[in-house]
């Protein structure tokens, strides 16, 4: 890629950023036939390889899905442009006005699996922040990739923007990956969007900044003093809604105190949507019958219909546990006490935190960014949702009058 | 280290953080005795391996020297403490308060080279915003920072804080450094301070995030409509004020319409200082005499009374000089045009981008941020600059009445 279609890109205006988006938008409609036919060669090598039905379904486009797409870009055409706004500006005693401009980061290399709507969905983030996109698709999804990114670069050169701000790895090849997460000089940061592993694998390899997404080991406390129909509603929303998500419940803790009556109130509501309970000693105690947990369990993301539940003494176990135990994602805890809630939100280390309210709610539309791009498991740039913003980095801009030092 | 301790100081407030570096700036006082005993075996054997006389001076530690660190202590006393600032709380729909406070980002590896005043520096930095701190300084001053090291965890037993919240790197031993840039489990942030070799080793090597401090291949242009006089005076603060550091200018460039005016202006004032240019064809058939630029040169830090001196047709020429050949560390442009002026702001791609002033003021100080622990060339977490703030990570708050999803 050149430098020269970056600048390009970098000092665009939102106008012309969004007429192409809101063009895109369309042609990917107009191109559905196009586009499912590709993706039907897809879908039947992927069959031929012997694919789990998960994993074809992922790959799956349909006319919604194209539609889906569609939508979406319009949702990023709506969003404010991050690009030149002005942090902190402040006149300094020698008459230096210093301030922060929002700029473009440069180029952004997304390594993702088998969701063909990353391809649109991603480009569309990178390019209305600035960036250039390098998109390395995984193989099994190679012809319906590239007939998106076609669909993109005919559109950009519709709209008279350099087809080069979206770069395809057009190759089922996984090697070229070390060669690329060696390319320091021209790729300015990466973001793996998979599996645990194959985030590690990035992180571990690049010579670039990584943005990690790891999982999600979530918590929900019930404390003391709390409304035990809430905290159940909270508890069976965090588990159950989607559990499949990095944002679900995987670890129910509840006060001692309270133990016994709220986990005969859990063990009910959980049975009605077919969640399997393991319990720590005591709480095997109250609920005989289900699993006993072990060690490893308090540090598993089931990603299903199963929960670990631990009974603690107070609030500095529940904190204590989840800090140790957890993924330091999304927990919450369910209290009327306002100390114990003001507590916890300083005290656990995790991206979201919360008091009264579902885990669930870690996204970046729910929290007012408007779209995402993934969830960052980091403490550096970006944590928790990344939205338009968390794509950008930041020049000091300094108007000045002839001062020298 | 233990987590805990980390926990114990992240949550620390204020007020006991500033006691203990205001008992820690009296402690270093009071030892100096033992603190220039142990620096005199430093200086000591760096001469007999041959240190050069440069070398030996930044080693070396006096009186003075250690009341310089002890006032650097007060001022960070005097800074406010990031943590726990709340940033963009707002109400969404669905009642939820959502914000974001800063964090501390854990613990922070420094590995730094043979400056014994940077062991208490950037500890302390780290210690106000709330991480803990790995030091690994270089082997020549392996004495001096095993003294300092032990005055800062003898004061902080003494303030009944955790010694463990700083840990030092004890052994010349350089292999070590292969090990420790492979602690992420332990390690959430490298930052290395030093030569371009050992930046570029960390970087290649570390599996945790790394903040880069690169070199600063800094320029000034003077544009057709300037004020020449102020012009002159930018260019020879910017270039001789503190010729060593990052943000000295190494480039210089020159609006064609006035070059033959500028250019004997600029041959006079540097010819002052004992400057040396380096010129383009067109600059040395003005200035006759002075040496011709190579392309190397135009990528070159010398650090030193040496400039490189450019003609270029227009602001657009400039522009593309400085964001092909530049560090993108800080850029300046003198100009009357309001036009240009705007324009060169926005499309200068540096960590700080001037109009009307010296590049020299790319500094934490003079930025209003108080201390520095380095001006990062990255463009991931933090640009230019980095003070206290740029020490924290965020964490997502939301204060719930019992939403589910």
């Known amino acids: 890629m050149s430098k020269g279609s970056w600048y390009e890109l970098a000092r665009m205006d939102t106008g012309k950023k969004n007429a192409f988006l809101g063009k895109l938008s369309k042609r990917l409609v107009e191109s559905s036939d196009y586009i499912l036919k590709e993706n039907l060669k897809d879908l039947k090598s992927g069959k031929e390889k012997g694919l789990s039905n998960a994993l074809l379904d992922r790959l799956k486009l349909d006319e919604d899905r194209i539609r889906g797409m569609a939508k979406g870009l319009n949702d990023i055409v709506a969003l404010p442009d991050p690009v030149g706004k002005i942090d902190g500006m402040k006149r300094m005693p020698n008459g230096l006005l210093v301030g922060k401009m929002r700029t473009p980061i440069g180029s952004i290399l997304i390594i993702y699996e088998a969701r063909p709507n990353v391809t649109v969905d991603a480009f569309a983030l990178c390019f209305k922040s600035g960036n250039s996109t390098i998109l390395k698709g995984g193989s099994e999804a190679i012809n319906s990739n590239r007939s998106l990114i076609k669909v993109i670069r005919d559109t950009l050169e519709e709209c008279d923007i350099d087809p080069d701000v979206v770069q395809f790895i057009d190759t089922a090849d996984r090697s070229v990956l070390n060669d690329l997460l060696r390319m320091d000089r021209y790729i300015d940061l990466v973001i793996p969007r998979g599996g645990e592993g194959l985030i590690r694998f990035v992180a571990e390899n690049s010579t670039m900044p990584v943005i990690k997404h790891y999982k999600g080991v979530c918590h929900v406390y019930v404390d003391a003093n709390s409304d035990l129909e809430n905290a159940l509603e909270i508890a069976i929303n965090a588990k159950v809604q989607r559990p499949g998500v990095c944002n679900a419940m995987e670890t129910l803790l509840v006060n001692r105190s309270i133990a016994d009556r709220f986990l005969k109130m859990l063990k009910e509501g959980m049975d009605k949507h077919d969640v399997r309970l393991k319990g720590c000693e005591k709480t095997v105690k109250v609920l005989s019958g289900i699993e006993r947990a072990v060690e490893d369990d308090w540090y598993t993301e089931y990603l299903d219909l199963i929960l670990s539940v631990k009974v603690v003494e107070d609030i500095g176990e529940a904190i204590a546990h989840i800090n140790k135990y957890g993924s330091h994602h999304s927990d919450a805890i369910v209290t009327n006490d306002y100390n114990n809630a003001m507590r916890f ?43 338009l913003e968390e794509l950008t980095s930041i020049k000091w801009i300094v108007f000045g009058s002839g001062q020298t030092r």
């Open 345 to 387: 939100i300083q005290e656990v280390d995790s991206a979201a935190v919360y008091a009264n309210a579902s885990t669930r709610f870690t996204d970046g539309g729910e929290f007012g960014l408007g779209a995402e791009i993934g969830i960052s498991t980091d403490k550096i740039h970006a944590r928790g949702p990344m939205g």
